[in-house]
């Protein structure tokens, strides 16, 4: 079965500062796709960026991007120029070609002025 | 926002009770999901839909029922409500249009059972 893994409970970065939150995955299949979202404490998700594991390219949008090495089965998140309204537990999700959707248990971000 | 709704948004229940919880989009989207989140669990999968009467069951399924009769609908029931089921549940839709797509969630609704 396939599952993700994130090893920081918490993180914390200072306001314009650059954080990176870590996530790996286990899983059997080649074409899949990954996703950062973002829970603010609004409770809402929101997604942030997303990734197809057939594209070699990184993906970016605005501050945020993401570093993926599909051989190491790793998809770390990187915040650039950290705002307060960064703030929020970040879960790490996968989805192959099937239908589920499995994430990761979270990592809460804080952000310090 | 994408139009999914879910209701009740909090919900107080007695032990053993069955309690229902709705999910309703008016996207037309082929696939929704209910999942369950709690403290260093993350959201963790009940069920799920790929289609009307299509159901299939996500790793946290035990005590929880599905249905869809209806593309816009899709129920949640405990059949007797427990205490470990208290918890916040959240309900998604994802697009078949693409691949790529991702998921929409709701607002979530917060149930407790004492």
């Known amino acids: 079965a396939q599952t993700v893994t994130q090893s920081q409970p918490e993180m914390s970065v200072q306001e314009a500062e650059t954080v990176t939150l870590s996530c790996t995955y286990d899983?059997?299949?080649?074409?899949?796709?990954l996703f950062w979202y973002k829970q603010p404490p609004s409770r809402q998700m929101i997604l942030v960026i997303r990734q197809e594991a057939y594209k070699q390219q990184n993906a970016t949008e605005n501050r945020f991007s993401v570093n993926f090495q599909k051989a190491a089965k790793s998809f770390s998140l990187k915040i650039s120029d950290s705002q307060l309204g960064d703030a929020a537990m970040y879960f790490c999700a996968y989805r192959q070609n099937t239908d589920k959707l499995i994430f990761g248990t979270g990592t809460r971000l804080q952000v310090f002025p | 926002d994408a139009g999914i709704t879910q209701s009740p948004r909090h919900k107080v229940t007695e032990t053993g009770t069955p309690v229902t919880l709705r999910c309703h989009q008016t996207e037309n989207h082929r696939y929704m999901y209910w999942y369950r989140q709690d403290p260093g669990h993350g959201l963790r999968l009940i069920h799920y839909?790929?289609?009307?009467?299509?159901?299939d069951k996500g790793e946290v399924s035990d005590g929880y029922s599905v249905s869809r009769s209806k593309t816009e609908d899709f129920l949640l029931t405990l059949e007797s409500a427990t205490s470990s089921q208290t918890s916040v549940y959240f309900c998604?839709?994802?697009?078949?249009?693409?691949?790529?797509?991702?998921?929409?969630f709701g607002q979530g609704t917060r149930l407790t059972v004492v």
């Open positions: 899983t059997s299949e080649s074409d899949y796709y």
């Open positions: 839909s790929y289609g009307v009467k299509d159901t």
């Open positions: 998604a839709i994802r697009a078949q249009d693409s691949r790529r797509t991702e998921a929409f």
